[in-house]
């Protein structure tokens, strides 16, 4: 009731209270004068105001100018890389000099470690973005042909235009290699993981002790120890299989450690409803456990793959250069692309070196492939709507008939 | 009547505990032993490595001594074999990669964890692992062939500003009317720049899961109390990180030092111990292997295999220092700061 009167209703019925009720609180005669001050509109703490980004992308662009003066004019600095050092010291310089103007020390420091904290980023961004832009930049002479991937590198000399061969033996033997590893490190790694989650144990702190160790062995160890082992000491040939020894060692540590990390996350409680169900513990692992991983171990894989698709060291030393299509991996020399792109820019010669970057660019882009699948296969599944209750629901027992 | 009374006394034996059997039974022990064989052959194999590579070095301690890990040369035919200058070039190579991914990496998980709009996080931080899984031999040819024109521009004015530090220095006149460029290229400083994009990725993801998990309150509190934002990270974020971002920086440096391929294509060997980082020539361990195993003899091979176990080692004692330093971070005990 009291809400809905007038101040001075209010004030009226509250004195009559107060005068029924004991003395003791003297109650305001008259009603202060409240200021509101001007219309205020709430300022968004989160954004910048205009002047702020006038002050932001004004202080960078007189960096800007300043810095080509510096190094154009005044300094006899050529080239871009210097041009941007000068334009970040500059920059920060102006930024500080404008907030100085209006703002205190603290505010100087803050927009200055902004300034620094972001252009930092912007670098970084920036390499990345380079990098992969002149990859595909340098390869794009050589991309368009269709022979570049139909086709290998036998007969073709270092003149040959780009309408002659290709990279085929390349991919192949990447393909061969990185499926021959992958048969050999899945069942091992991903059942190594499983014992150590499932079954533990003093045994079970050495393997993991020294498989995390393992992670640290460089690539080129991994090429060196299947080299002497495999090839000098066994008297196995320069092949495909040994590159892909070479490679399962690598990787090997790499997938048991990651699928460790995703079956240890894998909720208890489904492991005890599972047991509690009177289902046996290979029974819970197999239907319970490794389902609810799969998205998980899945992107284990494919991280380690990409790991191993790039690493140039260990074929480096193992497998030996083929220049045409070879399948089979026991017997023989084979390329793949990391090492076709590493041989051939060694070469020098300028058309090579074309071909090299075409290669380099598919090998990027396969790495692209097989991260961007990684990344949706570990995304959350959204809950399915479950169609099989739906139509269960009318039970035939209550269905009116 | 339906009910009948027990006349009998009920006995009073005690109830005893099913006897319960933790042994597995039928297809579980299978599964034990199957998960156990494949555990056993992992250890196997990976540690064979290790055990392999020890004892292929013995024979190489005993001919060459410790003189092995001092002795610059590597001169088979005069049987002078040693480690000294490619030690000491992969430290280089790994001390410029850090030099210069260190702030950046710290910059750029600070830009994601504290400054990025929200809506980009997520994108962000797969933009750091994708480069991160990019092959090293695209960082070596991006290195060689766009990398090193600038940065022997950058090496010239390092010559020219600081060039009376020996670090700085390079065999050739700085204030020529046309500079050598070919004397500031293929060096440890060009190579440990390709590198750093290998090792940012690795210590930046480290740096910004921790940096995430700075407490909310306290960050809040920093705020509430009139902290500009940087004042918040200096006060709460990098003080909880700061075991994160040694972590990282060390997980990244292991990488640097195996890192083969990419400075295989941009340095000139050269076997020499030698500070000047700007100047053309140097080598690492793995780039040593890379370019004498294929005319190796048996001794060279065991030298070799002794480089690789001397870097192993290296890495290993970075990666697991590393280890416990982000793990303890995690648990919260970098936070007395």
Not at chain 1, 135 to 151: C, E, Q, S, T, W
Request: proline share 5%; glycine share 8%; hydrophobic share 50%.
């Amino acid at each position: 009731m009291a809400t809905s009167l007038t101040p001075s209703q209010h004030r009226d019925e509250v004195d009559l209270r107060s005068l029924r009720a004991v003395q003791a609180t003297t109650l305001r005669s008259e009603q202060e004068p409240v200021d509101h001050g001007p219309d205020q509109v709430r300022r968004r703490v989160s954004r910048a105001t205009a002047e702020e980004r006038f002050v932001l992308i004004g202080s960078w662009l007189a960096g800007l100018a300043l810095a080509w003066i510096v190094c154009r004019r005044l300094m006899p600095w050529p080239g871009l890389l210097p041009l941007a050092l000068c334009w970040f010291v500059l920059g920060l310089l102006v930024l500080a000099v404008a907030a100085a103007l209006t703002g205190s020390a603290t505010d100087v420091r803050d927009r200055v470690a902004t300034g620094v904290v972001t252009s930092a980023a912007s670098v970084v961004g920036f390499a990345l973005l380079s990098a992969v832009v002149f990859i595909f930049a340098r390869g794009a002479k050589a991309l368009p042909h269709l022979n570049m991937y139909v086709d290998d590198m036998s007969g073709v000399g270092p003149r040959d235009p780009f309408t002659r061969g290709g990279i085929l033996h390349a991919i192949v033997g990447t393909a061969i290699e990185l499926t021959i590893a992958i048969v050999v490190t899945v069942p091992l790694g991903i059942g190594t993981a499983v014992y150590l989650t499932e079954i533990g144990g003093r045994f079970a702190r050495v393997v993991r002790t020294v498989v995390e160790a393992m992670t640290a062995l460089p690539s080129i160890v991994a090429g060196l120890f299947v080299y002497t082992t495999l090839i000098v000491g066994l008297g196995v040939q320069r092949s495909g299989f040994a590159a892909s020894m070479a490679l399962s060692v690598m990787i090997l540590p790499i997938i048991a450690r990651a699928s460790e990390v995703v079956l240890r996350v894998v909720p208890a409680g489904l492991r005890e409803a599972g047991l509690a169900l009177g289902s046996s513990r290979w029974k819970t692992v197999w239907h319970v456990v490794l389902p609810a991983a799969r998205p998980g171990l899945a992107t284990a894989l494919i991280l380690g793959v990409a790991r191993g698709i790039g690493e140039t060291s260990p074929v480096l030393l193992t497998s030996g250069t083929a220049s045409f299509v070879v399948t089979d991996p026991v017997h023989g020399v084979m390329n793949s692309l990391p090492l076709f792109i590493f041989s051939t820019v060694r070469s020098g010669e300028p058309i090579y070196i074309t071909r090299a970057f075409g290669a380099a660019a598919v090998l990027l882009f396969c790495v692209l492939a097989l991260f961007v699948t990684a990344r949706l296969l570990a995304r959350p599944v959204r809950p399915r709507r479950r169609q099989s209750l739906r139509h269960r629901r009318p039970h035939p027992d209550q269905e009116p008939s | 009547m339906s009910t009948v009374l027990r006349v009998q006394a009920p006995s009073l034996d005690a109830d005893r505990p099913r006897r319960l059997s933790s042994a597995l039974t039928g297809t579980d022990r299978v599964f034990a032993v199957g998960a156990r064989a494949v555990a056993t052959t992992v250890l196997l194999v990976t540690g064979g490595i290790a055990f392999f590579l020890a004892l292929q070095s013995v024979p190489t301690i005993r001919r060459y001594g410790l003189s092995f890990f001092t002795e610059t040369g590597w001169q088979p035919e005069a049987d002078v074999l040693g480690i000294g200058a490619v030690l000491v070039g992969t430290f280089e190579v790994a001390m410029v990669s850090l030099v210069v991914a260190f702030p950046l990496s710290v910059a750029t998980a600070l830009y994601i964890s504290e400054y990025a709009p929200v809506r980009l996080r997520a994108t962000l931080t797969s933009m750091v692992d994708l480069m991160a899984a990019v092959p090293s031999i695209i960082y070596g040819l991006w290195g060689f062939f766009l990398l090193q024109p600038h940065a022997s521009a950058v090496a010239l004015w390092l010559q020219r500003t600081l060039g009376w530090i020996p670090m700085f220095a390079v065999d050739a006149d700085p204030n020529a009317a046309t500079w050598d460029q070919s004397r500031y290229t293929a060096s440890a400083f060009i190579a440990g720049l390709a590198v750093a994009m290998m090792v940012l990725p690795m210590a930046c993801a480290v740096m910004r899961q921790v940096f995430g998990q700075a407490p909310q309150g306290e960050r809040e509190a920093a705020l509430a109390l009139g902290s500009s934002r940087w004042g918040m990270i200096r006060t709460v974020v990098l003080p909880f990180g700061r075991g994160g971002i040694i972590g990282g920086t060390m997980l990244g440096l292991g990488r640097a030092h195996g890192e083969t391929i990419a400075v295989l294509l941009i340095i000139s060997p050269a076997f020499e111990v030698k500070p000047r980082i700007l100047e053309i020539g140097t080598n690492t361990v793995s780039a040593l292997i890379a370019g004498r195993f294929g005319e190796a003899s048996d001794a060279q091979l065991s030298a070799l295999l002794t480089a690789g176990f001397v870097l192993f080692l290296i890495t290993l004692l970075i990666n697991t220092l590393a280890a416990i330093l982000v793990a303890r971070s995690r648990s919260g005990a970098g936070t007395d700061a």
